[in-house]
């Protein structure tokens, strides 16, 4: 019998992976119970860089989840039902990266037994409170939205159908649901850049425009993220089924964004200075010449913004599934990297409260334990969308064309008859 | 009394009613108000007299007993600020209890709140360590718990002993004008910033008098005396976060 049981054992590709998030997972798992039984004490966070790495992954997995709320909002109450399918696989995609946010803060506060006091305790004047319950919010409509999906996982299709009809039935309220997660997210997505805009003590975060980068950022960095997702497994698995012609129209789309986000990006850092605010330049230094000079000129303006906008308008490279895969990761690594310089740039400038005295810098890396568990998160995500794809087909562009067509069935008979 | 039309006695009811609930949100939002502190009997304040501090940090290692304070934390800092003439200047930095203090507006849970004597507090039952307030105070006044303190606190006893309750592993903590002595002291009629026992332990054991602490409400207290007589500044005025701590500038005093 067990002869029998290791001919059957055989290694693929997919189990390979799952073990190399296994370990990845297992890894962060003990850095994490080390960060809960230790303390923050163990990682690199200072009091006057308190936010690092996780936030940074926070801000991060939020803004890479926003392609559920804008295609769900094309797709639902803009009337672009073509891309329904894509819109699927962006709920699934948000599911997972607001949960990723959940276990980073979850790390990242001091007292993690504590979380459930920003429903109790209102602060009304708080952007944080007002994030916090958002996304809370925003996550049980996701997971409402997500309800159809989770329906057709075959094994609980069987063992429950009246349950699992139940929940595919959740499908027709995806208008409302559309509804309130567009005014959800607009809410949090906005807010989280106006959590640092609102902080006056900071100079360089100090200003109006934080929350339109914020927004803008988010919609361009999660519709890319959800078609590099559904590209990529569709290259790997064929239990992931793409319709091309559907990405490549939203492609573009994201490469028309990306105009409009360059524009503001640039804008934003280089107007910065136009108040001489004590320091704003400075800010703008750390980002422009300092020790943030290449993520902001290489990866945020170059890679993250002009490659890809080159080539996702650019018809050629654009029907090429090689480049618009590259512009599409670019895109979402350069939102990524826009928090992490937006985060720490206002945090390593240290103000003098004393007058007269000159603006002092710190520093901050993540240390080993940061980077275990936040690699942990990534790699959550990863196993939690692979799994998406395998069992619940996040990724079939050909299954909700069906769907539709005999909706449009039904809805002609009545003509005929 | 149909659908449509409403007598006057409903429409009473109605406004009464109407009135009541907007009342009642107003009430409520009155006590959560965060953007503006409630103004009561007593509005304590500090008053440092920056000629006579001699950086000898002896408010530092005061606090630290009496507030029992890890000893990586200090509530009090006293930063060197140049010269004046030959002699040094200091800056002694407690927390500025702003009259609009950011960390009471950006928490998310109202863990910082004030109170109506001006101070802010700190709930650190309620607090869940975010460290928004930290990223958001001007004056860096706020030290988080990045580990537990268990150990003996160097400080106490010749520094003093310990009146309040250690703070717990992951939650930001900062001064409060030692509110235990002030309420203390007033409940035993004592008066805060004369009489020693009442009075925040950096200013009774500072040996060159060069803090005043005392009731702004009270034109006879020595704080309204000595900001009624003196030139005075508060740090990072420009932000308009309202500090109750004044500093009378170390320069050098008019030749009469």
Request: contains cysteine; aromatic residues 12%.
């Amino acid at each position: 019998m067990l002869k029998n049981l290791r001919s059957k054992l055989i290694i693929t590709p997919w189990m390979i992976w799952l073990g190399f998030l296994g370990i990845i997972l297992l890894g962060g798992l003990f850095a994490g119970i080390l960060v809960f039984w230790k303390g923050l004490g163990i990682t690199n966070l200072t009091d006057l860089v308190p936010w690092g790495l996780w936030i940074t992954i926070d801000l991060s997995s939020i803004a890479l989840a926003a392609g559920a709320f804008s295609l769900c909002a094309g797709v639902y109450l803009f009337g672009l039902k073509r891309y329904q399918p894509i819109a699927r696989t962006a709920t699934f995609v948000g599911l997972v990266g607001y949960t990723m946010a959940m276990l980073s803060l979850v790390l990242d506060i001091g007292r993690p037994d504590r979380f459930w006091h920003a429903m109790v305790h209102w602060n009304t004047h708080s952007l944080m409170w007002e994030v916090t319950m958002c996304v809370i919010l925003y996550l049980t409509v996701l997971v409402f939205e997500s309800m159809p999906i989770f329906a057709s996982f075959e094994w609980f299709r069987k063992r429950f159908p009246r349950l699992a009809s139940k929940m595919e039935h959740l499908h027709h309220y995806a208008p409302i649901l559309a509804i309130i997660g567009l005014g959800l997210s607009s809410l949090h997505q906005s807010s989280l850049g106006a959590m640092y805009g609102v902080i006056k003590a900071r100079p360089f975060w100090f200003k109006p425009e934080m929350s339109v980068l914020f927004m803008l950022s988010a919609i361009v960095g999660g519709i890319a993220v959800t078609l590099f997702a559904s590209m990529l497994s569709a290259r790997l698995t064929n239990k992931a089924k793409v319709n091309d012609a559907l990405v490549e129209r939203v492609a573009q789309f994201v490469g028309y964004l990306l105009i409009g986000y360059f524009y503001f990006r640039a804008w934003d850092a280089l107007a910065t200075t136009y108040t001489y605010d004590p320091g704003r330049t400075e800010g703008l230094q750390l980002m422009t010449k300092g020790p943030l000079a290449f993520n902001f000129w290489f990866v945020e303006m170059l890679l993250g913004m002009i490659v890809p906008m080159i080539l996702l308008l650019y018809r050629p490279t654009r029907l090429n599934h090689f480049w618009r895969m590259t512009a599409l990761f670019l895109v979402a690594a350069g939102v990524a990297t826009f928090r992490w310089d937006t985060n720490i740039s206002g945090l390593l400038v240290v103000m003098p409260y004393i007058p007269g005295q000159t603006i002092a810098y710190t520093n901050y890396e993540p240390s080993l334990i940061e980077f275990l568990t936040g690699g942990a998160i990534i790699a959550y995500g990863l196993a939690a969308f692979s799994l998406g794809v395998r069992y619940l087909r996040v990724v079939d562009h050909t299954l909700i064309e069906k769907e539709l067509e005999r909706v449009k069935v039904e809805a002609t008979e009545p003509v005929t008859a | 009394m149909t659908e449509k039309n409403i007598n006057r006695r409903d429409f009473l009811k109605l406004t009464a009613v109407g009135v009541a609930v907007a009342a009642g949100t107003r009430a409520v939002t009155h006590t959560k108000a965060s953007s503006n502190a409630p103004k009561g009997k007593h509005q304590w304040a500090m008053v440092i007299d920056q000629s006579k501090c001699t950086g000898c940090n002896y408010c530092t290692l005061a606090c630290q007993a009496h507030n029992d304070t890890n000893p990586e934390i200090q509530w009090n800092k006293v930063l060197e600020d140049g010269m004046v003439g030959d002699k040094k200047v200091y800056v002694p930095r407690p927390c500025m209890h702003c009259e609009k203090a950011p960390c009471v507006e950006v928490c998310p849970v109202q863990a910082s709140y004030y109170r109506d004597d001006g101070i802010v507090m700190m709930d650190y039952d309620r607090c869940i360590g975010c460290r928004y307030c930290q990223v958001a105070c001007p004056y860096e006044a706020r030290s988080f718990n990045w580990r537990a303190f268990t150990e003996p606190n160097p400080a106490v006893p010749e520094w003093g002993d310990p009146e309040v309750e250690r703070r717990p592993r992951g939650v930001p903590e900062k001064c409060s004008f030692c509110y235990q002595r002030i309420d203390r002291g007033l409940s035993l009629g004592l008066k805060p910033g004369v009489d020693a026992d009442a009075t925040p332990a950096c200013v009774v054991v500072c040996p060159v008098g060069a803090r005043i602490f005392g009731d702004l409400n009270d034109p006879e207290s020595n704080v309204s005396k000595a900001l009624h007589e003196n030139p005075s500044y508060r740090l990072r005025e420009n932000l308009g976060t309202g500090p109750r701590v004044h500093y009378l500038p170390a320069v050098p005093k008019k030749e009469a």
